[in-house]
């Protein structure tokens, strides 16, 4: 089993950042962090940002691309996420995600979830 504790979200206006955390306890060495998806009201999860193991390779979805950026530590098992030049569009529950496969972006390809942290960007 993997834990995942996500961290940072909260409220902020149009054009500003936040930082995004999620800490993963347990059987980390089987399946880690490498993901982020969100979820906006009435609307379906959706694939945010990825990365692999060594934090050599990033993907990211076209809306969030050139805004985010996502990054690990390894040493900390903790994952991250900067958001910068928010818009109120980028409004969800922000969730990370565990896989056991080198990188993913799909949902369907990770083992494990986080309950999410709330991220609202007012105009």
């Known amino acids: 089993q993997v834990q995942l504790v996500e961290s940072g979200g909260g409220l902020v206006q149009a054009g500003g950042s936040l930082r995004l955390s999620c800490a993963a306890a347990g059987r980390t060495f089987s399946s880690n962090p490498k993901g982020w998806f969100r979820q906006a009201p009435g609307k379906e999860r959706e694939f945010v940002a990825a990365?692999?193991?060594?934090?050599?390779?990033?993907y990211y979805a076209d809306s969030v691309k050139g805004r985010f950026t996502i990054s690990r530590d390894n040493a900390k098992n903790t994952l991250y996420l900067q958001m910068n030049s928010l818009k109120p569009e980028d409004t969800a529950v922000y969730y990370c995600a565990a896989t056991r496969r080198p990188v993913a972006t799909y949902e369907w390809e990770y083992d494990y979830w986080g309950q999410g942290t709330q991220v609202t960007v007012s105009s």
């Open positions: 990365i692999n193991w060594a934090g050599g390779s990033t």
